[in-house]
């Protein structure tokens, strides 16, 4: 029941853009909010968000200061999820 509401307006939206930051994140290991914010064109504020929620969920270490946060996944993260996504739809 949960994930249903996530599926209509601006909490899709939000759903979407912390996909593609995470994505983005994995594929050039660098979680910073100013590389999110650059090629994502998002603002400060968003993007800091999206780097805090990536934090929650496993996907990249504590910030230390000024030092990267460490990526907590494997490059083929998102594949592993993809390929249990399309699994899971199958069953249905």
Do not use: C, N, W
């Not at 029941?1 to 995470?22: P, R």
């Not at 994505?23 to 504020?45: D, F, M, N, P």
């Not at 999206?50 to 030092?67: H, Q, T």
């Amino acid at each position: 029941k949960g994930h249903e509401s996530k599926k209509e307006g601006f909490d899709e939206q939000v759903d979407e853009v912390y996909e593609q930051a995470a994505r983005l994140v994995v594929q050039t290991g660098q979680a910073s909010i100013s590389h999110l914010q650059r090629r994502l064109k998002l603002g400060y504020a968003r993007a800091a968000r999206l780097v805090d929620m990536m934090e929650r969920d496993g996907i990249v270490g504590p910030g230390e200061g000024a030092k990267p946060r460490e990526i907590l996944v494997k490059a083929d993260y998102f594949d592993e999820l993809d390929r249990h996504r399309q699994a899971t739809e199958s069953d249905f």
